[in-house]
């Protein structure tokens, strides 16, 4: 399963490389909170974003770990909070849209935000509306350059006219490099880093916290657990702040079931019998 390049490579191992120094962690860990990006690393990449739906074995193995008592699962996107439930529909889990943005309790951007917001979105409809495979998805109140079916001169055309338009606007709004898309996004949302810092701030002590993330967006998370989690690049290797990785949605699955059985059987148990 594993090549002698991931079983030689300190700096990012293969999660199973080092399997036993992981389970002695999640074995000593009184509780264990779970979060877990959704595109690229629970399910594939399809053409239209709007195709994917979280597979039956990854939807089985998140409901047995929701029920376990010492672990708490957290799916955390840039998806809309309710377009993210409805493609995992997994019962007991946590769901974090938008970024982080979109937890329990409403919160609301600034008028300046969604003016430029707006604006900005507005001039690119128009500006890019003549590159084949170029669209705007409009998640209200952010938005997504999508450039996945696009050439890449023109991939690279958007790209570039989004960056300039959203820097025009750099007092209100910034912009995030993911897989084949650009988001748009206020200075309010903070991004996934900020959101796992304030779900673990409410934890007890002792608390092991896993993240799991392909994209550019999840390198906040893994900053922000630089250090104390177990954090984990699912996809190729790449420059990342992540400690340990993961090739593709499948083996992110193993690793669930993995975790799943260990928590069962007890050889991976959640700290010691009081
Ligand atoms: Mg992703």
């Known amino acids: 399963l594993v090549d002698s390049m991931d079983r030689n490579d300190t700096k990012l191992p293969h999660l199973f490389s080092v399997w036993p120094r992981v389970a002695s962690r999640l074995h000593r860990a009184k509780h264990i909170l779970l ?8 399910v ?26 010492r672990l708490k699962v957290f799916l ?21 849209g938008l970024h982080g943005w979109e937890r329990n309790g409403r919160r609301s951007l600034s008028v300046e ?24 998805e409009d998640k209200k109140p952010v938005f997504v350059v999508h ?39 206020p200075l309010e949302i903070e991004g996934k880093g900020q ?22 967006t999840d390198e906040t998370a893994f900053a922000a657990l630089a250090g104390r989690g177990i954090t984990i690049l699912v996809g190729p ?10 090739r593709n949605p499948q083996e992110l699955i193993s690793f669930l079931q993995k975790l799943q059985q260990g928590l069962a059987s007890g050889i991976v148990t959640a700290g010691r019998a009081p």
């Open 35 to 42: 979060f877990l990006d959704f595109d690229g690393t629970l």
């Open 113 to 136: 935000s969604r003016k430029s917001l707006r604006a900005v979105r507005s001039i690119l409809a128009g500006a890019l509306e003549k590159l084949p495979g170029v669209w705007i």
């Open 44 to 69: 594939g990449f399809k053409p239209r974003p709007e195709d994917v739906m979280l597979p039956a074995p990854a939807r089985i193995v998140l409901a047995r770990l929701a029920r376990h008592s």
């Open 147 to 185: 450039y996945r079916r696009a050439l890449a001169a023109d991939a690279r055309k958007a790209v570039a006219i989004t960056l300039r338009r959203v820097d025009s606007r750099r007092n209100d709004l910034y912009s995030v490099r993911g897989n084949r898309v650009v988001d748009v996004l």
């Open 237 to 246: 290797r790449r420059k990342t702040q992540a400690r340990f990785r993961l």
């Open 195 to 216: 959101a796992v810092l304030d779900l673990v701030s409410d934890q007890p002590r002792g608390t092991l916290v896993i993240y799991a993330g392909d994209d550019t």
């Open 76 to 96: 955390i996107s840039g998806r809309r909070r309710a377009d993210l439930r409805r493609r995992a529909r997994v019962p007991g889990v946590g769901y974090i």
